[in-house]
């Protein structure tokens, strides 16, 4: 049911473009949610797949001897409904539109409880629930996990188990008290149903509030590279209840999907309603519906999840955006002087949040922080505006009598004398000195 509900609500959003540049101008820039696994067939990986070498028995649990059914698994070669029905790859478990959607599942190998999943992204993205369909019972117990490295470091979304204190006694909690908290939730794994059984997990809990989705504590929740689905306990109540003694007691456990959806969307900070494939990878051409990883970033934004602001534009720091303040970065003003700035917390500061770009490599003998300013040695030509390329122009003073050998004022162009030292290019001595000389700080000698 859940399931039907998640591929009719993508089914029936197509991406419209125009529109979602727009709403993000007026402050809502949330990219569209679809299921991560369209697409990334050759991302997806299992550890136990039944008849991946050659042809498997596997049995179908039934309570009388007689009802017990066999078949084989043949995963050798993928999935066809007509020349090969028997495989059960883990591809299988993307969700597709096909007839034959019950004819396709993943299986691992029998007898095998300590089975994982995994799910490696391209890059970050933003989780928002899994749902997961079962052919078989449902695991005794099993854990979800993500990784926000790219497989170096995980950390477990949630628990599953029926018996949480059997099976996860180190996990203490049912309940989430906050938002945070990692629980063993025991709601999705009971015998019932013995197929078409489903586990959901949602990665914030509806009972929590969210202020601000895109605020670091929230996202350092919700964002992964990887995720992995560990099945840690195959369901063998059956056998126990009956007491029987059976042939091949372990041929009829295993884990068998039907479906697995990822649902969520790439991870763009609040800075971009739009995505597009990153560095070509998955199966961009033929799969309609694949959730691409590359923000198409707005706010003055850039980077892969506009993590950063965007060239030319750090004179505000970089803040990710939100509905209140979509946090657009400044562009820097260096008056044309230079190609690039950065952002300076310190001057940010001291300016009362009002600038804190820093304008590099100032040209036209400019300097300052916005290359406001003519450099030493030149002065502001009064005729030209600060914008012109030649409004600095040369002090015109003697190297011998002005200060450090030839500075002058650079708003006015007056020279600036030593002590001893007078005249519109500082070039003779003041009455009742003598020998101007460069080496002399006061110039001349009394
Ligand atoms: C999940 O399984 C992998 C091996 O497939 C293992 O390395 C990892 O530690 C398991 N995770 C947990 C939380 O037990």
Redesign the pocket.
């Known amino acids: 049911m859940v399931l039907i509900l998640l591929l009719m609500t993508s089914l029936f959003r197509p991406v419209r473009l125009q529109a979602s540049e727009e709403g993000c101008l007026s402050g809502l820039c949330n990219p569209q949610i679809g299921d991560l696994m369209m697409g990334r067939a050759a991302q997806l990986s299992a550890?136990s797949t039944c008849g991946l070498d050659g042809p498997q028995n596997y049995c179908i649990i039934g309570y009388l001897e007689e009802e017990k059914k066999c078949f084989s698994c043949d995963s050798t070669r993928p999935f066809d409904a007509q020349s090969n029905p028997n495989s059960h790859r883990i591809e299988n478990v993307i969700t597709t539109f096909e007839p034959e959607r019950k004819m396709k599942w993943w299986q691992s190998e029998n007898g095998v409880h300590?089975v994982?999943i995994r799910l490696d992204l391209e890059t970050i993205f933003q989780f928002s629930h899994l749902v997961l369909t079962f052919k078989s019972f449902r695991p005794a117990a099993m854990?979800v996990?993500r990784s926000q490295d790219s497989g170096r470091s995980?950390k477990?979304f949630r628990y599953f188990s029926e018996d949480c204190s059997l099976h996860f006694p180190q996990v203490p909690k049912q309940i989430a008290d906050s938002i945070d908290d990692v629980v063993c939730d025991s709601r999705y794994s009971g015998s019932e149903p013995s197929t078409e059984g489903e586990v959901v997990l949602k990665a914030l809990d509806p009972i929590f509030q969210i202020e601000n989705p895109y605020a670091p504590h929230i996202q350092e929740l919700i964002t992964m590279t990887n995720l992995?689905i560990?099945f840690t306990r195959l369901f063998t109540l059956g056998d126990t209840l009956l007491g029987r003694k059976r042939r091949n007691p372990q041929n009829k456990y295993y884990y068998a999907l039907y479906d697995m959806v990822v649902r969520g969307s790439c991870f763009c900070n609040g800075h971009a309603a739009l995505c597009t494939p990153a560095n070509g990878r998955g199966d961009v051409f033929t799969t309609p519906g694949m959730v691409h990883g590359q923000c198409v970033c707005q706010h003055n934004t850039a980077g892969f999840n506009c993590e950063r602001c965007k060239d030319m534009h750090y004179d505000s720091p970089w803040r990710p955006g939100g509905e209140d303040n979509p946090n657009i970065c400044r562009r820097c003003n260096c008056y044309g002087h230079a190609d690039s700035c950065h952002f300076d917390a310190a001057r940010f500061d001291e300016t009362r949040g009002v600038s804190g770009g820093v304008c590099d490599n100032c040209r036209n003998n400019r300097e300052g922080a916005q290359c406001e300013r003519c450099g030493a040695f030149t002065f502001q030509d009064p005729q030209r505006a600060i914008e012109d390329p030649s409004a600095c122009i040369p002090c015109e003073c003697s190297p011998l009598g002005s200060e450090s050998g030839g500075l002058c004022d650079v708003q006015t162009g007056q020279c600036l004398c030593k002590e001893n030292v007078e005249g519109q290019r500082c070039d003779r001595c003041k009455p009742g000195h003598f020998g101007l000389r460069p080496e002399d700080p006061l110039g001349c000698q009394q």
């Open positions: 550890s300590e994982s854990l996990e995980w477990v992995r560990n």
